[in-house]
């Protein structure tokens, strides 16, 4: 009997020892996701920041150049150079400010709502939506540092799934609700595009947002709906992981 217990001592032990090791592995892998997200981010801010300073600066010397230019010739040529001042301008506020909010967008300042609001417009001009942000998750939604990857991670989420919508499901809207649901947060995306094949093969959004939600501590479905379209429903904890 003696034996008994101490072969099933031994094997708790060892059951113990196991499952030990399997949540360092599973943390070890978590963390080189947490670097190589971090490490991204950064080289997102890096590009923002040079088309912020750099790019949109020589758009603005080449546009004054150009009006200048326009004022010392004649009518036609003029005018037709005041036109294409007038495009680099639009492209340095239009094109080059939203390549600038989806590569580094400041949720601190401009707040998750909005933010995302903005990147639905930017996937293209006539997409609808409706973006809503329950007032109980204001404080959850908003970055507590600068190293509080939850609304950077919830605005990737939401751009990769928008962006599978349009791209691939040939959505013309986009609706995307954060409510709350006990200790969880509940993001919804719902689009009215073509729905899922039959058989969906993953695709590097899928991955993006698998990675995300699986840093985040949280869980993922993708589902067809009954009225047509695709629903990414997220749940991630409020508590910060």
């Known amino acids: ?48 920041e040079f088309l912020h300073d750099r790019v949109q600066a020589m758009l603005v010397t080449s546009t004054m150049q150009l009006r200048e230019i326009a004022q010392r010739t004649d009518d036609q040529s003029g005018s037709e150079l005041r036109s294409v001042a007038e495009h680099l301008d639009d492209v340095r506020v239009m094109e080059v400010r939203e390549a600038n909010a989806r590569l580094s967008p400041n949720i601190a300042v401009t ?17 609808q939506a409706e ?8 404080e959850w939604a908003t970055p507590s540092s600068d190293a509080d990857l939850v609304p950077i991670g919830v605005f990737r989420i ?62 993922w479905t993708r589902s067809n709906r009954p009225e047509g379209g695709v629903e990414v429903l997220v749940r991630l904890p409020t508590r910060r992981p």
């Open 131 to 138: 973006v809503t942000l329950d007032p109980s998750l204001s």
């Open 1 to 48: 009997m003696l034996a008994v217990f101490a072969i099933l001592g031994f094997s708790q032990r060892r059951l113990a020892l196991e499952v030990q090791r399997a949540n360092e592995a599973t943390a070890a892998v978590l963390s080189q996701k947490e670097l190589l997200v971090r490490s991204e981010e950064a080289s997102r801010r890096s590009v923002a």
């Open 158 to 219: 939401v751009e990769q799934a928008a962006a599978n919508a349009v791209i691939h499901g040939r959505a013309s809207r986009v609706d995307v609700h954060l409510t709350s649901e006990g200790k969880s947060a509940a993001v919804r995306i719902q689009d009215n595009g073509s729905g899922l094949p039959t058989n969906t093969t993953p695709g590097s959004g899928t991955a993006i947002i698998e990675s995300w939600v699986e840093m985040l501590r949280g869980t």
């Open 111 to 127: 707040g998750l709502e909005s933010s995302i609001r903005q990147l639905l417009t930017s996937l293209t001009p006539d997409l």
